[in-house]
């Protein structure tokens, strides 16, 4: 019986360096806590630009904010020359764009997520699903010169027959040039599509395979298995993509402002031409004679990265937060 | 009803093929999106491109033979610079969350990482505008290179850890157990393991920026002619394909389509030659 406390010949009695924990300075000496320091330095280097990010915003945009205060956000007056600078217009437009946009990209996103992720083969889904991600990969200002040339014609076509029927509703009357409310809304809705897609198609696929088991085991039909087992199931995370959607569409600028029209109005009809935030931004921007002016359209990309970053952090919560639920059909 | 119901009933089968033939559509009409795009741009941009166009400057309103040669250095020096920015600082955080961060640390940077990552572009655009342009009073290829590679930094950060934790945890104890250190496992054993996906994952991320447009707008700016050096402003083919496309000149419009072209074909080449380098990766590391 070897006695635990006596050392075997020819064995040391303390293994050198595995059980004994390392000191910081000998990891130093091996390089380990050098490197790790390193890419310490360049992960906390994100931190610091994302501050001095915010702090540039704040600081930059002060002029305004203790000029108009909250009604900046309020008012509709937008007249560099008297120094007026009310951002209803821009917020209004922004905010009637994103909604009308995902009004479409809501249902055709999610319909095409369901397929590719439960109803096609997968040796259809596959290839289908890589070019739908080719579709995120296209540039907004390419979207924006197809919407100008492309949509734009073919929505001039069409619109007069569509308001010969609906013109009567407010949201659809008056004269359609072209740029609109609503050909920005089309636009966008193309642009945030491919996100919900790719991103709900993921979730779907992460719905554990017993969940449609169990339903199949039942007889039910592939359709039925996917809307009442799966889709309650990953309902969070469809939530979540859709907000991460939203905020895509508030931020996005070039497609938007190659198609609204850029004017600085409130209009209920969806026909008429408008502007948002990010366009105004883009289009003012380099122009901007003054610090009060220049201040405003900080204040507005300040206004935006605030609404953006809590809708994105609202995802993330939806997104962290799936789990399973139990499902009653 | 009858005694012996055949499941599923007849009405849950048609509504299965209603909903199929539905979802198929809702591809249907994206694909074709996209392929409308894809081939507009093609059939237009095919029709504008000549050799001029990559060799000339641009020429005035109304004389031919015009180009966006400046463009085309541009946007490759842009991009030159983000990727020297973006791509280190996006290394080092995706191997410090992988390999060594825990706890707030690393909660704090994804946290960030995520956060800069949904920062509207044009938002980007001011910041680095108060935060270089204003100093140096002026625009130039300097700004606009940080701008982007400021964007690089999340997508660059996310996929180098995302494919170094799904290097095998067996790959890290071997190399311990050799008696190799943390740091020399790392960098002999784990990156060289992930490099085709940290790889594939930078060229998607220049992909991803070269079309970026906002940002440019107040950073870049834009050029008439050559930018010789780092600062001053300069051309780039997004913006030229914006200012070009809201002209109201013929001549622009062919010349946008015609860097459009340029600019997608490049972009998707890049995106399919990286998922290429990525199977290639996955056929080598199996057999």
Redesign the interface.
């Known amino acids: 019986m070897v006695n635990a406390g006596v050392a075997l010949p020819g064995v040391p009695a303390e293994p050198q360096g595995l059980n004994k924990k390392q000191t910081w300075m000998e990891r130093l000496r ?3 806590e ?3 320091l ?10 610091v ?2 501050l ?2 915010v702090q ?2 704040w ?2 945009s002060r002029i305004a904010r203790h000029t108009f205060g909250w009604h900046f956000l309020l008012t509709s007056t937008w007249d560099p020359v008297s120094g007026q600078f009310g951002a209803w217009p821009f917020v209004y437009g922004t905010v009637v764009t994103s909604l009308l946009a995902l009004c479409i990209a809501i ?6 997520a ?3 992720a439960e ?2 083969p997968r040796s259809i889904s596959n290839p ?1 699903t ?3 991600e ?2 995120a ?10 919407g ?3 949509m734009i014609p073919a929505l001039s076509a069409v619109m007069p027959y569509f308001q010969k029927v609906f013109g009567w509703l407010p949201i659809f009357s008056g004269t359609f040039y072209g740029v609109s409310y609503f050909t920005a809304a089309v636009v966008l809705a ?1 642009m945030v ?2 996100f919900i ?1 790719s991103i709900s198609r993921e979730v779907l696929l992460a719905v554990p395979m017993s969940q449609r088991e169990a339903m199949m085991a039942l ?6 298995v ?2 009442r087992a799966v889709v309650p199931y990953a309902r969070q995370g469809i939530m979540g993509s859709i907000f991460l959607a939203l ?1 895509r569409a ?5 497609a938007v402002t ?1 198609v609204i029209g850029n004017v600085a109005q409130v209009s209920t009809s969806l026909m008429a031409p408008g502007y948002t935030i ?1 366009a105004v ?2 289009n003012e ?2 122009e901007a004679t003054g610090d009060l002016y220049l201040h405003a ?2 204040e507005l ?1 300040l206004v ?2 605030a609404v ?2 809590i809708i ?1 952090a609202l995802a ?1 919560l939806l997104m962290l937060t799936m789990k399973p639920h139990e499902v009653t059909a | 009803m009858s005694a012996t119901p055949s ?2 009933p007849a009405s ?2 048609i ?2 093929v209603v ?2 033939s ?6 249907l ?3 074709s ?2 392929f ?2 894809l081939g ?2 093609l059939w ?1 941009g095919v029709h504008a491109l000549n050799l001029n166009f990559f060799i000339n400057l641009p020429a005035p309103v109304g004389e031919s033979g015009g180009g966006v040669a400046n463009a085309i250095v541009g946007t490759l020096k842009l991009l030159g610079m983000a990727t020297l920015i973006g791509v ?2 996006g ?3 995706g ?3 992988s ?3 825990g706890g707030w ?1 690393a909660f ?2 994804r946290y ?5 990552n ?10 680095v ?3 270089v342009v204003l100093p140096m009073h002026h625009f130039s290829t300097l700004a606009g290179g940080i701008a982007l590679g ?1 964007m690089m ?2 997508i660059a ?1 996310r996929s180098t850890e995302d494919f170094l934790r799904a290097v095998p945890r067996s790959l890290r104890e071997g190399g311990l157990a050799l008696g190799a ?4 496992t ?2 002999t054993i784990v990156i060289p393991a992930a490099i085709y996906g940290i790889l594939t994952g930078v060229m998607l991320d220049i ?2 920026v ?5 940002p440019l ?2 950073t870049a ?1 834009g050029n008439q002619f050559n930018s010789p050096g780092w600062m001053q402003p300069t051309a780039s083919l ?1 913006v030229v ?2 200012n070009y ?2 002209s109201p000149y013929d001549e622009w ?1 062919q010349q ?2 015609a860097a ?1 072209f340029v ?2 074909s490049g ?2 080449v890049v ?1 399919i030659l990286a ?1 290429m380098i990525l199977a290639r990766g996955k056929k080598m590391s199996h057999g």
Do not use: Q
């Open positions: 091996k390089g380990d050098v490197v790790h390193i890419t310490m330095a360049g992960a906390w280097s994100i931190i630009i994302t001095l990010l540039h915003l600081v930059y249902p055709v996103g999610l319909g095409t369901i397929f590719l109803m096609a289908l890589f070019m739908v080719l579709l990969a296209v540039p907004s200002v390419i979207y924006g010169l197809v100008i040339f492309l193309v599509i491919p897609v007889g039910a039909t592939k359709w039925d996917t809307w905020a508030l931020g996005e600028t070039m190659m990010a931004i883009a921007f380099t359209l900080i990309g935006l990265f953006t970053m994105n993330r | 499941y599923p849950r089968k509504m299965n909903m199929l539905l979802t198929g559509l809702c591809t009409l994206v694909l999106v996209l409308t795009i507009y741009l237009k280190p600082i290394l080092l955080g191997i410090y969350l390999e060594f961060a640390s704090a940077v960030t990482t995520d956060l800069l949904g920062v509207p572009s044009v938002v980007m655009g001011i910041f505008y108060t935060l400021i930094i999340p950060l250190s943390k740091s020399e790392i960098f992909a991803r070269a079309g970026e447009t906002a707008l107040f700016f997004p394909i914006y496309a809201i419009h946008a389509w459009g600019l997608l972009l998707l995106s998922r």
